[in-house]
């Protein structure tokens, strides 16, 4: 059961297939972290293989005609998020009254209903950047449109998403122009496996390929966004380095990691302690939202991930997500991704660095707010039940 709220399943693998086989469109996917450790299972390959160069090689079988990697959207999230954390915590200790903290993680929109339902009292806490897979889509849609010269609405953004929730999130009035998605269509890892299983390509048997550039290249950091704390560790890998301006000994915060449903950890800046809470569980994500709302938080952010484990058990993922000792080989499969990269830090992407360069400026500037923040609103939990008067 998905625990995001999200309680049917819609499925656009019938609106994805009519677009790769439009001649006029320009079909780009970008994949979520979460998935390249989890869809071997669905052809029998072990829990926690490493699936990254498979899943790119079969998307270019069934059409697409670019793959694109969720993680180069994570790591610009950092870029956004971490210059809004460092911000903020700036002017909370230069005693600004309008500054709120804890910064609260807005990635996972499963939580960003749940706060928008349960605590319209606190809209101005999350982090107003956008999620990786919305990021994506701001950017595919504006930027890569223009570098390849294609219009807008003959672009058609597919996102491969472990999470039911993303369906909903695309959907979302404010991830929209004119009408227009930023992300046209979320299809799961399940409904992906079913996609390869109807095209007869033989999975296991595929060569490992690359990613297209530009918007394939990411870091270690966007990795881990598949795991809880996976995101604050990578904000805390370019906050650290942007508020000291030296290069970390080591780019791992073992600090944050493991499966306690609440986990605290202080983090020093060189002097600066930020303490930094976690929570994956929307049982757990209320238990710590109970204190910001009662003012006794002792946080400067909080990550919090409505799914046990984090996006690794999303409700999109092949159904073994259940058994805690597969989550923990998805978990350290995504860990291992990051140790392989060359880049581990967001700020250190290349491809990044250069679409700041040609064309957002700089993070938090007016055309990167415009493009890759948002803002969230207050929803009702009434449940409105028509009768038929017959
Ligand atoms: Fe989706 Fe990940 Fe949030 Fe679960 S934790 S609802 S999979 S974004």
């Known amino acids: 059961v998905c625990p995001t709220g999200a309680l049917t399943e819609v499925d656009h693998s019938y609106e994805v297939l009519q677009a790769l086989s439009n001649p006029k469109k320009t079909v780009v996917v970008q994949t979520a972290p979460a998935v390249r450790a989890a869809l071997g299972e669905e052809f029998g390959m072990e829990p926690g293989t490493l699936v990254t160069g498979k899943l790119v090689a ?87 449109a223009e570098k390849i010269g294609v219009k807008r609405e003959d672009l058609v953004v597919v996102s491969i998403m472990p999470c039911l929730a993303k369906k909903y999130e695309c959907q979302r009035d404010e991830f929209k122009v004119d009408g227009n998605p930023d992300v046209d269509y979320s299809i799961s890892t399940r409904e992906l496996a079913a996609f390869i299983r109807q095209a007869n390509i033989d999975f296991p048997g595929l060569p490992d390929e690359e990613y297209d550039d530009p918007l394939g290249e990411s870091s270690g950091a966007g990795v881990i966004f598949g795991n809880t704390g996976g995101v604050i560790e990578a904000a805390c890998r370019t906050a650290y380095e942007l508020y000291t301006g030296r290069s970390l000994d080591r780019v791992e915060f073992h600090e944050l990691r493991g499966m306690a449903g609440i986990r605290s950890a202080t983090v020093d800046f060189d002097g600066l302690k930020l303490n930094i809470g976690i929570a994956h569980g929307l049982g757990n994500a209320r238990k710590l939202l109970d204190e910001v709302r009662a003012g006794r938080s002792q946080y400067h952010a909080i990550e919090i991930m409505a799914c046990p484990g984090g996006c690794i058990s999303g409700g999109g993922q092949p159904y073994t997500h259940l058994k805690e000792e597969i ?54 939990n009434e449940i409105t039940i028509t009768l038929n008067n017959h």
């Open 58 to 144: 079969a998307l270019r079988r069934l059409g697409f005609d670019y793959v694109f990697d969720t993680d180069f959207g994570a790591d610009l999230t950092i870029m956004e998020e971490g210059t809004e954390l460092l911000n903020r915590i700036k002017g909370y200790l230069a005693g600004d009254p309008n500054v709120r903290i804890p910064l609260l993680t807005s990635c996972c929109p499963g939580w960003v209903n749940f706060f928008e339902h349960n605590f319209p009292d606190l809209l101005d806490v999350p982090s107003t950047a956008k999620s990786p897979q919305q990021m994506f889509g701001a950017i595919a849609k504006t930027y890569f």
């Open 327 to 380: 989550l923990k080989r998805r978990t350290a499969a995504l860990y291992m991704a990051d140790e392989r990269k060359r880049i581990r830090k967001s700020h250190e992407n290349p491809s990044i660095i250069r679409l700041y360069k040609e064309f957002l400026g700089e993070p938090g500037s007016p055309r990167a707010h415009s493009l890759l923040h948002t803002e969230y609103f207050p929803k009702s």
